[in-house]
DNA sequence: AATAATCCTTAAGAATTTCTTAATATTTTT
DNA sequence: AAAAATATTAAGAAATTCTTAAGGATTATT
């Protein structure tokens, strides 16, 4: 995720509110350096304020719009004519007037984010997993287990979603925890253990001697093939 | 397809991203011209601005409906009373706020033809679905449960539409409010949540024991398939 | 233009479901 | 047999959803 701004304050506090929701954050203090990033980092949203020297935002968006097609947040101050902004830019996706309060950003971020993730994999097209009689259905966020629906909890839905579709590989603790709660694991082992017998309860004949969700002795999970 | 917009460069933007998708594009950059074009020329479908001269887009859509039955996406700016345009129910099928994704206007394009291609020839199409006794009725905006209409605010339809023609799949309370309200969702979630109270009343035989409208907790709502 | 009716949003607390923690038990490896 | 990794259980904490009601906004009616 990029940020762009002339002023460092801004900058840097766009830069800790998102990377409170767990992505990675360049900063760029106008509208060459951020072009020279984009070149260097892969980058899947920009903010980008308007009013900057050297290259402006109006004029940055036409730039990387012909390169790049991912998600533009424009930031402008309210005394700007937010209407001119309007009619300009097709190609920026959302704008944002300043002083703005950091959580609609935040909110903003995550709606482009989504948006372009849904159109990304199509919607309304089912994913169907079927792993020996155990099967997923991402946009339903369902799965069942010998024809039967399981219903499960939304940690478990997704240690199940991210374990069958990597089916046959093995994810640590760590892994798990990092991927699920995005957050490091700290001492939380056991959280994961306990969501890994409940999941088991829930899918397998036999909890105590599992067919689908085996563990990998010293190593973590996996999802049989 | 036609697109109307009083200003050239929206016009113009758009036009390349449709023709990029292989379609023929007409150009006006108000009502009356749409209305003379839409007489000379088969047009599928139409996006169009709100705020024009001479002709607007609301006026427009009534005009339109009158001779034709061919999908309409409104384009609206976000200063605009997007209440307006649900309550007025002018018979669009469709609207995005400006400033738009074009990836996102592409899609919506793409969804009403596939909805209106579906079966065949064109014009005056009804598309009902029917999920066990539930139905709806896309062209008359109507819904039915168990054999009785059901009286439905337009917000209410919107949620309900979305639901109903994506049955299965499950819409965290942020994609509904998006999708219907065409803005983020920033602190709104309890207002989904009183609509989908209010709908389940109307739909449901038990509301506190949905058939129809089910949650899918800690993910979102879904209708039954 | 005023009134009535309908609809939308907000707020606050209740009800429900889910998550985490901690203590203990079991299994596997060395 | 000891150490390490995983498994189990239950209870309190946390989070999500549900419900109700009131006030404001909008639309329809008189």
């Known amino acids: 995720m990029l940020v762009v701004d002339d002023e460092k304050e801004i900058r840097d506090a766009i830069e800790i509110y998102l990377k409170n929701e ?3 954050v360049l900063k760029a203090k106008d509208g060459i350096e951020a072009l020279e990033l984009l070149n260097e980092h892969p980058v899947h949203l920009i903010i980008l304020d308007i009013m900057m020297p050297r290259l402006d935002g109006i ?9 790049k097609n991912i998600p533009i947040i424009i930031l402008s101050a309210k005394s700007e004519d937010t209407d001119k902004i309007l009619g300009l830019q097709v190609g920026a996706d959302d704008y944002v007037t300043k002083p703005f309060n950091p959580m609609e950003l935040v909110a903003r971020v995550k709606s482009q984010l989504r948006r372009y993730v849904t159109f990304g994999t199509f919607e309304g097209i089912k994913k169907v997993i079927d792993l020996n009689g155990l099967t997923i259905d991402q946009s339903a966020k ?5 024809g039967e629906p399981v219903k499960l909890t939304p940690i478990e839905y997704k240690i199940v979603e991210l374990l069958m579709t990597n089916a046959g590989r093995v994810f640590s603790i760590h892994e798990i925890y990092e991927r699920v709660w995005k957050e490091p694991c700290y001492n939380a082992e056991n959280t994961v253990a306990v969501h890994i017998r409940k999941i088991r309860e829930k899918i397998e004949i036999d909890a105590k001697n599992p067919r689908y969700l085996k563990v990998v002795w010293g190593i973590g999970y996996k999802m049989e093939k």
Do not use: L, N, P, Q
Request: hydrophobic share 30%; charged share 30%; proline share 0%.
């Open 22 to 24: 767990g992505v990675t």
């Open 142 to 146: 369902e799965v069942t287990a010998h």
């Open 59 to 67: 004029s940055a968006t036409y730039k990387i719009r012909e390169k």
